[in-house]
């Protein structure tokens, strides 16, 4: 009998449950074995796996989170590779499924480089952030849902800076993309909305604050005591060189990218323009909010449901098919895959980001309704 084992890896993303659900359930239905790695590479080191039935996958799909758990264990470092390697090994996996990021996939790639051809993966692209190198139009699961609570957050926000006529700064994931803070700043019609995108080069601290100071002037002449302003984490990461001295702890991923460096930029944003609307006589008060974690744990809403069981069963469906190495997506209703080296920019080796592109209409229209 064939066996597969399943991980999701990285951050949560709402609809994790529902592609295990509909992945083991297609496995069981080919008469393989199905084994749940628990807390994602950690899992495979650790030789801790357990056997799925239907029954334990049978309606997990409507749950946010992962039954498996997560963790950022990466088996690129050769000590981890190893351990992985004789888990498997030893439980005869034939087939790996990985849900995750880039990270994850470019970790399934090296697994399957270290066991020459024993293992078939495939991989299924899980993010909040929408920053997956997918063909345009196609997101990545998760980013739906927390784009939707995430609205409603920022829209309870709106009110309570009207009612108590202040400022909110709203920093909000997305590592280097501005998906998420656009699609919830332009959904929930915020103020002003700022991603990294926007601007060519390097940001300051300095541009930021006069950005938002011009905003809450220009409420003002219109008699608007208050506004929410979205700014995206992944500003951070393009800010000027000496701006990042006012960030002692700056935490990086293992590729190196700043990793929630914006509870510091909501703070220093909050106090900056506080500071300088004093010297204009003006006294508004500043909080900050972030936005993440509140979001990759919710239950997912129907269109992550639905498109994350046709990913878990394409997933599958990939693997009967003989394919290996690839990443799975389903664009107009059809299933495609993605190889994993084409995911990655041939001459850097970094995995190709996708970013907003804010020449398109939806962000030139966004713009203009949120600065009216
Ligand atoms: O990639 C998902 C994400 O939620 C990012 O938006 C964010 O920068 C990061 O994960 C946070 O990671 P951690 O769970 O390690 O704090």
Sequence with gaps: TKRIAILASGGPAPGIN?????????????????????????????????????????????????????????????????KVVATLERHKIDMLLTIGGDDTAYGASVIAEAMAGKLKTVHVPKTIDNDLPLPEGVPTFGYTTARHVGVGLVKNLMR???????????????????????????AAGATLTLIPEEFDGPVTLENLTRIIEGAVIKGLSRGRKWGVAVVAEG????????DLENFPEIRRDSFGHILLA????????????????????????????????????????????EYTRDLGFAAI??????????????????????????MRDQKTGKTRVRNVDVSQEGY????????R
């Design 235 to 242: 500003l951070i990461e393009n800010l000027d060189h000496k």
């Design 317 to 342: 469906r990939f693997l009967v098919e003989g394919g290996t190495n690839g990443m799975v997506l389903i664009e107009n209703g059809k299933r495609k895959s993605i190889p994993f080296y084409e």
């Design 160 to 186: 309570d800076a009207q009612t108590c006529s202040r400022w909110y700064i709203v920093t909000s994931m997305g590592r280097q993309a501005g998906h998420l803070a656009l699609g919830i700043g332009k």
């Design 364 to 371: 030139l229209v966004a713009r203009r309704y949120m600065q």
């Design 262 to 305: 914006d509870l510091q930029l909501g703070r220093l944003l909050c106090e900056k323009v506080e500071e300088r609307l004093k010297q204009r006589q003006i006294g508004m008060r500043f909080n900050e909010v972030t936005l993440g974690y509140e979001l990759r744990c919710a239950d997912p809403v129907p269109f992550d449901i």
């Design 18 to 82: 529902s592609v295990i659900n509909a992945a083991a359930l297609e496995a069981l239905n080919q008469g393989w074995e199905v084994f749940g790695v628990l807390d994602g590479y950690r899992g495979l080191r650790d030789d801790e796996l357990k056997q799925l039935k239907v029954e334990d996958v049978s309606w997990i799909h409507f749950e946010g989170g992962a039954v498996l758990g997560m963790s950022r264990t990466n088996p690129k470092q050769p000590e981890v590779l190893e």
